[in-house]
């Protein structure tokens, strides 16, 4: 178990560039989730995977916001024309499909975005 | 989603046992009780997750009364490490529902 990863850790990017983060979930994983989180605020579910399927996408995510999963492993989420207020920590979790039962999300160590 | 109140901050010190508590009014019959911590810039780490009574792990125990209506998470022995902040989360799954997080407890401590 490597543990969720996400690539870049940290970016920072001018307003109107386009931004995309990547995902790596646990390997057996079939459930892989979007959060953002500001300062002093707890993470806001974004979106959510379940294999290549996107399932539920929050009412936070914009028309200029992109998340893909296109072999159920890996997740890109894209930003497009960003704006200063997309500043935030973008988190990936993952999670096994257990049915009924509750189910553990592991989280990434985050992308910290900054957008000037 | 049932919602959650947690204290905004506490303060404790090296080696004494720390409660934080959780309402949760209205949980669900089928709400599960899990509790993360995050420290800054990273992800939020699982610390522990339970249905009813008590559930102990190597990090932490979990106590829930009858009603279920609030849980405690008890840290024994903290050290400075333990600085962080915790979230009381209520939910009967994962899936589309993805996770509801508040503000969390800032637990802060001190030497």
């Known amino acids: 178990d490597t543990g969720v990863s996400q690539d870049p850790r940290h970016k920072i990017t001018k307003r109107g560039q386009n931004v995309t983060f990547r995902c790596d979930p646990i390997s057996e994983h079939n459930r892989l989730y979007w959060y953002r989180q500001t300062l002093g605020q707890g993470p806001e579910f974004l979106t959510y995977f379940q294999n290549e399927a996107q399932l539920e996408k929050s009412r936070l995510l914009s028309d200029r916001f992109s998340a893909e999963r296109p072999k159920g492993s890996f997740s890109t989420l894209e930003i497009q024309h960003t704006e200063q207020g997309d500043s935030a920590m973008y988190l990936c979790?993952?999670?096994?499909?257990?049915?009924?039962?509750?189910?553990?999300?592991?989280f990434g160590p985050g992308t910290r975005l900054l957008v000037l | 989603l049932a919602k959650t109140t947690q204290p905004i901050s506490m303060d404790s010190y090296e080696g004494q046992e720390v409660n934080i508590t959780c309402s949760h009014n209205?949980?669900?019959?089928?709400?599960?009780i899990t509790w993360y911590q995050q420290f800054p810039s990273q992800g939020p780490r699982f610390i522990i997750q339970g249905y009813k009574t008590k559930v102990t792990n190597e990090v932490a125990s979990l106590f829930i009364p009858a009603d279920r209506k609030s849980s405690t998470l008890s840290l024994p022995r903290v050290s400075l490490s333990d600085t962080a902040v915790y979230y009381c989360?209520?939910?009967?799954?994962?899936?589309?529902?993805?996770?509801?997080f508040g503000k969390g407890t800032h637990l802060i401590i001190q030497p």
């Open positions: 209205n949980i669900a019959t089928n709400d599960y």
């Open positions: 979790a993952s999670s096994r499909d257990r049915g009924p039962r509750r189910e553990t999300q592991y």
């Open positions: 989360l209520v939910g009967s799954g994962g899936g589309a529902d993805g996770l509801t």
